[in-house]
């Protein structure tokens, strides 16, 4: 029997606040049995490290993914169990030989969660100063998915000029902007909804949030 091919969604975090936002989008992926390449920017660390306590290191980046897979988004530890990292490959930021930094590597799109306004500005203009900007770049030019989780407010003009032209390229512009109606009682039902708007725009199913049906009050009623 032939082995199926990998072909894996890359997921760039970038040093945005939302490290609980990325968490939970590699749990959706992973729980979907997709495979990911992962590529965790060096501002990026220093986000985690302020909003978990995770120092996450390239020579123990599993055991450390792990810790932070397992937290909640209210950063309680063991929240999440047995989360399967058997589909992760890593790639150190300043790889840019890394496979994602070709188009010739085999990838189904990109996620970036969250992604920085300065993040923002490096994919637009093209500068593909790390992995992260450059796999961005090469989703573009290769027509592949893109989606990038905003996460700052207020945005100002430059920003949003940023954001348009990525749009343009054919980019998701995916603000991390949770809402309300799926009957949010808890901060991970909020966080677990933008992921889950995230997977939407790849294509990926999952059971993150309750979607809207057209009935008011819905969000009220459930149990």
Same mark, same amino acid.
């Given at each position: 029997?032939?082995?199926?091919?990998?072909?894996?969604?890359?997921?760039?975090?970038?040093?945005?606040?939302?490290?609980?936002? !990325?968490?939970?989008?590699?749990?959706?992926?992973? /729980?979907? @049995?997709? =495979?990911? *390449? &992962?590529?965790?920017?060096? %501002? +990026?660390?220093?986000?985690?490290?302020?909003?978990?306590?995770?120092?996450?290191?390239?020579?123990?980046?599993?055991?450390?993914?792990?810790?932070?897979?397992?937290?909640?988004?209210?950063?309680?530890?063991?929240?999440?169990?047995?989360?399967?990292?058997?589909?992760?490959?890593?790639?150190?930021?300043?790889?840019?030989?890394?496979?994602?930094?070709?188009?010739?590597?085999?990838?189904?799109?990109?996620?970036?969660?969250? !992604?920085?306004?300065?993040?923002?500005?490096?994919? /637009?203009? @093209?500068? =593909?100063? *790390? &992995?992260?900007?450059?796999? %961005? +770049?090469?989703?573009?030019?290769?027509?592949?998915?893109?989606?990038?989780?905003?996460?700052?407010?207020?945005?100002?003009?430059?920003?949003?000029?940023?954001?348009?032209?990525?749009?343009?390229?054919?980019?998701?512009?995916?603000?991390?902007?949770?809402?309300?109606?799926?009957?949010?009682?808890?901060?991970?039902?909020?966080?677990?909804?933008?992921?889950?708007?995230?997977?939407?725009?790849?294509?990926?199913?999952?059971?993150?949030?309750?979607?809207?049906?057209?009935?008011?009050?819905?969000?009220?009623?459930?149990?």
């Amino acid at each position: 029997m032939t082995e199926r091919k990998r072909t894996p969604w890359v997921v760039g975090v970038s040093g945005a606040s939302g490290t609980p936002y !990325a968490a939970a989008v590699l749990r959706g992926l992973l /729980a979907a @049995g997709e =495979s990911v *390449d &992962l590529v965790v920017s060096r %501002a +990026s660390r220093l986000t985690l490290l302020d909003e978990t306590g995770i120092a996450f290191r390239d020579a123990h980046w599993r055991g450390d993914l792990a810790e932070w897979l397992g937290r909640g988004a209210d950063g309680k530890p063991g929240t999440f169990r047995d989360v399967p990292l058997d589909g992760v490959r890593y790639w150190g930021a300043g790889d840019l030989a890394a496979g994602p930094s070709s188009g010739s590597y085999a990838v189904k799109g990109m996620l970036i969660v969250p !992604a920085s306004t300065a993040c923002v500005a490096g994919v /637009a203009l @093209g500068l =593909s100063k *790390d &992995l992260l900007q450059r796999a %961005a +770049s090469v989703t573009l030019k290769e027509r592949r998915r893109l989606v990038v989780a905003v996460r700052e407010t207020p945005l100002n003009g430059q920003t949003l000029k940023h954001l348009v032209a990525l749009d343009e390229a054919g980019a998701v512009v995916l603000p991390a902007s949770p809402a309300f109606y799926a009957g949010a009682t808890h901060i991970q039902d909020l966080v677990d909804f933008v992921a889950g708007r995230v997977l939407d725009a790849a294509g990926v199913p999952h059971r993150l949030y309750r979607r809207w049906e057209g009935e008011l009050g819905g969000s009220r009623t459930q149990v």
